[in-house]
Each structure stands twice: as structure tokens, then as C-alpha cells.
């Protein structure tokens, strides 16, 4: 196959990445894919490597997704970078699109079939749930745009309905994979922000606006759990590892709901917390959340402080090793695996990366990162007079103090009367028969 057939989108052949798949999904060849009279856009797929804007528009929501250069773009998102695999294969999947069946031509019965658009519903009722897909060339020239409605499981394959923009006749179509319409910035963005593994965590410190400081370390006594370390006097922590919970919040990566430019959101208007996580290796991330719109949002800088050099151990005496080997029979030190991480580096990149955009995550995570005291140590005594639910189900416990059961001296169970047969009559005693 000639090399202009396995470029896509951008320099890159995403018809030939097309039928290149289908033919490792069929387990057949070329000629497995659609005859052009069976597609609903036959053009499409000659043009496919024109695609230069995506537009998806579904309850409301919209998104915009533009190719820049080589990188594909979050429009409406200041710009943020979008996986290309998954524009390639929305737009690959809108090409396959198989006419199964001509279905209705009426527009009274567009609803039924969630391909209306624009959505509208009756007072009372809901509005169909119907998407559309639009794509353009880098001259805003369409190339394709459908209304994409239900979908049906007919036999072991999905079926969608489906009509061109612009066109009352729906159809009953055969898409190569679902053909999903996701107006959700997380639909097409690497939605893990940042990961810093658990092991490379040496400290966190939360502060708030208020002046409210946590200190979080590693534990003396053991090292691969996490401890409070300014409690308040007489405190103790609320259970064993809430504070290895604060210390491994970036443990599994943070995840994102949704992102925009750092300057579009007001960080001052209702803060949170500002979370610093200090590495082993002198890698520091801050995290600073607050609430802006009825969402929690996130902002984080990276920065690099090279650690203190570990201390190097006396040298041996002249002429002998470790523990009174011969320096020539000494076993020299082993070099390691891998080379030494650049971490310097690693924080130019992540700081560049992430420092320019403000990142929606989910409230839980949020709380995590703005730990106050109070949810680390255990909760107060209620106010005298004032018993807590468990003081109180105690005292009831102990109240309820246990009587002997009647006919009983030493309080054993008293046998259950007979239980009556299903005609009513109580059931025999075959071991004293009348």
C-alpha cells in the first residue's frame, strides 16, 4: 500500500485507516467495506482526510473540535488538545455510516425516533434525545452532517436512525462501532491532569484562606504510611491512615469533568484550599481549588528544589574494602537500571502543560484536598446533656436488662406450640400416637 494511504487527518489518510480496520474487524479484505450506493454520505470517505472541524451538538451542549497543524483543538475550550485517535474515529464511523433500510419520510414522526432537530417537545414532555455531527474542511465548507437518533439491538449488532441535516427521510443505518455524540469536553480530552505515585510523596501541606495549615508526613515509625504531624495537643488522629488518604489523593492520577483557560475562572471568589505536595525527589506540585459557578475547579504549577544530597559514608581504610576486603577483590557498587529521572525537566513540561488552564474535578476530590483539622482528628463530645446516637443506643443497651422467658427458671427458649397442618388441624405426634 502506497505510503500517502496510511497518512490521516492531518497529513494523515483516514480513508485508508478506514478500510484498514475494517478489514481487521471482518477479518476479510478491502472489499468487505460498504459499496459507496449503501453509504448515507458515499462522498465522504474520498474526502475523509479533508476533516479539519468537528462540530457535536446534544442536549444543549456543544462542542468544537478544530485540527491546528499536526494537533487537534478544543475550540470552545481555549484551544485544549484533543486525542486524535478519537476524532479519527468519529469521523471514520460517520463515512461508514450503511444504509440497513429507508424508514419514515414525515417530519411528525422525527420525535419518535429521536432524529428532530432542532429538538423541541410539547409543554409537560421531554425533548427527544437526538445529537448532530457536523464536519467541515479547513475552508468551513461541510462535508457531512447528520442527525443522529435511536438506537436499536437487532441481533447482536447495534442499529441507529439516522437523516442528513437538511433531509426528512430517515434511515435505518449500520455503524461500525457505536456512533456516539459527546458534547462533554471529557469526551475527548486525556482526562487524567496529573499522577504523582505514592511512593515519590514525602509531604503535603494544606493551606487555607483562613490560616487554617495541615502538615502531613511520613510516619517514624512507619514509613510507607502518613501522619498529622501538627495535631492539636492531646489529639490524636480520627482513625489509622486518614492522613495516608490526603497524602495519596494524586496517587491514581486527578481526573477532570471539564476544562477552560485559567483566566476564565475567579479563584478569589469563593477558595478552597491550596494543597502542596512535596516529593522525595524534589518535585513539588500545588493544587489549589475553589468553587466558581456552582463547579469545583482546580489550578496546578510545578516547580523543581533539588533534594538534600544523601550523605556518603566514610571511605574504608587504605588498602581494604567494605568489612576488610581487599580493594582489589571489593565488589564495587552496582549501577542502576535505569537511568537517573531528569525531574527538573519533568516539572518545566508539567508546568507548562497544566499551569495555563483551569481544570473541573469532582467534588470528592476536591474535599480531599481541602482537609481541615476537624476531619482528621475524632469528632467532639456532645455538649453535657446532649448524648450522641451511640452513647444513646449504649444506654439503651444497658436498660434492657434480660427477664427469664415464662415457664422457665433458667430462662431457656419454652418449645413453640404445634404449627397447623394445610387442612387446619395441628400436625401428628408420631412419637406419642394416640
Not at 22 to 29: E, I, V
Not at 242 to 261: I, K, M, N, T
Not at 298 to 323: K, M, Q
Not at 377 to 389: D, H, M
Request: some cysteine; overall charge negative; charged content about 30%.
Amino acid at each position: 500500500m502506497q505510503q500517502k494511504n496510511l497518512m490521516i487527518l492531518g497529513g494523515v489518510t483516514l480513508a485508508a485507516l478506514a478500510v484498514a480496520a475494517l478489514t481487521l474487524r471482518d477479518g476479510g479484505t478491502a472489499s468487505s467495506a460498504p459499496a459507496a450506493e449503501k453509504l448515507l454520505f458515499p462522498e465522504l470517505s474520498a474526502r475523509i482526510n479533508d476533516v479539519a472541524e468537528v462540530r457535536l451538538e446534544k442536549g444543549g451542549k456543544s462542542a468544537t473540535l478544530k485540527k491546528d497543524g499536526a494537533q487537534w483543538r478544543m475550540a470552545d475550550r481555549g484551544g485544549y488538545p484533543v486525542q486524535l485517535e478519537k476524532v479519527k474515529e468519529l469521523a471514520v464511523r460517520v463515512a461508514d455510516l450503511e444504509i440497513v433500510e429507508a424508514k419514515t419520510a414525515k417530519k411528525e414522526n422525527h420525535a419518535k425516533l429521536a432524529v428532530e432537530w432542532p429538538v423541541t417537545a410539547a409543554e409537560g414532555e421531554e425533548a427527544a434525545d437526538a445529537g448532530l455531527v457536523t464536519l467541515k474542511d479547513a475552508a468551513g465548507k461541510e462535508l457531512a452532517s447528520v442527525v443522529v437518533g435511536k438506537t436499536e439491538w437487532m441481533g447482536s449488532k447495534p442499529k441507529v436512525y439516522a437523516r442528513r441535516a437538511g433531509e426528512d427521510q430517515v434511515y435505518l443505518c449500520a455503524p461500525r462501532g457505536s456512533l456516539d455524540v459527546l458534547p462533554e469536553a471529557r469526551g475527548w480530552i486525556d482526562t487524567k491532569i496529573v499522577e504523582l505515585a505514592n511512593d515519590r510523596v514525602q509531604s503535603v501541606t494544606i493551606e487555607h484562606a483562613d490560616g487554617e495549615t495541615i502538615e502531613i508526613g511520613r510516619s517514624l515509625e512507619n514509613h510507607t504510611q502518613f501522619t498529622v504531624k501538627n495535631l492539636p495537643p492531646g489529639q490524636t488522629e480520627r482513625y489509622q491512615g486518614v492522613a495516608s488518604g490526603v497524602a495519596q489523593a494524586l496517587g491514581y492520577g486527578l481526573a477532570l469533568e471539564d476544562v477552560r483557560p485559567v483566566g476564565e475562572v475567579d479563584f478569589t471568589q469563593e477558595p478552597l484550599a491550596k494543597a502542596r505536595f512535596r516529593a522525595v525527589d524534589g518535585l513539588e506540585l500545588v493544587v489549589e481549588t475553589a468553587k466558581f459557578e456552582d463547579k469545583t475547579w482546580a489550578r496546578i504549577a510545578a516547580s523543581y528544589t533539588p533534594p538534600p544530597e544523601p550523605a556518603v559514608p566514610a571511605a574504608p581504610p587504605e588498602g581494604e574494602g567494605a568489612e576488610g576486603e581487599d580493594a582489589e577483590t571489593a565488589t564495587p557498587p552496582e549501577t542502576p537500571a535505569e537511568e537517573k529521572k531528569d525531574v527538573g525537566k519533568e516539572a518545566a513540561e508539567l508546568d507548562a502543560r497544566l499551569s495555563q488552564w483551569a481544570f473541573e474535578i469532582p467534588s470528592y476530590k476536591a474535599d480531599v484536598l481541602a482537609r481541615r483539622m476537624k476531619d482528621l482528628i475524632p469528632e467532639p463530645a456532645p455538649p453535657p446533656g446532649e448524648e450522641s446516637l451511640e452513647d444513646l443506643m449504649q444506654s439503651m443497651g444497658e436498660e434492657l436488662e434480660y427477664e427469664p422467658l415464662p415457664g422457665t427458671e433458667d430462662g431457656s427458649p419454652v418449645e413453640p406450640a404445634p404449627v397447623p397442618d394445610d387442612e387446619g388441624g395441628a400436625p401428628e405426634d408420631h412419637d406419642h400416637p394416640h
